[in-house]
């Protein structure tokens, strides 16, 4: 019998072709998306990085490169204040996943500023210590910043001077004493870190405070604080009676 016009032989049937498996991470990430909207705390490191690695790769499963980080760098706070040649050098970390890591360190940064930022520092010290800490904390270098205070000792300006090696950072009192006049600046607070984790000053650094505060002096301009921070802590000359 021949068939009617349109329909298809039963010798030509069309086949459904088979499925493909889904892989073993379907639905993981609704539901890790779901976890910390539900308890942003709640998530251990690894599954906080892998919502920032969402962003450098759409669909695959991220989970070993967390792991794989947290692995090379030890810590979350660590992973995301590596510098991006080291975060290069894990493999499968490429330019879409430090953009991602480094975003989440920018904004936190900037979050920890926007707090302290035109505020009588006194009167928000321990904010001002937490950004000190965040900032610099986990630098493998030492670096050297200035925080610069008006007439009401409210933060007008933060700036990097200096970078320097794992125990050492040049500092220049007259640059220092410069940057202050080109400010405004009535004081200011120098920070800078510690990257053994022993935030002890040493004999530079008490050398190198008294210099700056004397060319402070020569314009006009105070030395609130020197402060020292690391992983194990911070100290302030002030309170020490180190200058």
Known sequence: MTPASGETPPDKAVVAPEKAPLPHYSGHRARLRDRFLANPDGLPD??????????ANPRGDVKPLAKALLATFGSFARVISASPEALRRVDGVGDAAVAALKTAEASA????????????VLGAWDRVLDYCHATMDHRPIEQFRVLFLDNRNRLIADELQQTGTINHTPVY??????RAL??????????????????????????????????????????????VVARGGHVSFRSQGLF
């Open 46 to 55: 690894y599954e906080l990085l892998e919502l920032l690695l969402f962003q």
């Open 109 to 120: 940064h900037r979050l920890l500023k926007g707090e302290v930022m035109n505020q009588p």
């Open 173 to 178: 009192p007259r640059e220092v004493a410069r």
């Open 182 to 227: 080109e400010l405004h600046a009535a004081a200011i607070i120098m920070v800078h870190n510690h990257p053994s984790g022993d935030p002890a000053p040493s004999a530079a650094d008490q050398d190198m405070t008294l210099q700056v505060r004397d060319a402070l002096r020569a314009v006009g301009v105070g030395l609130h604080d020197h402060i």
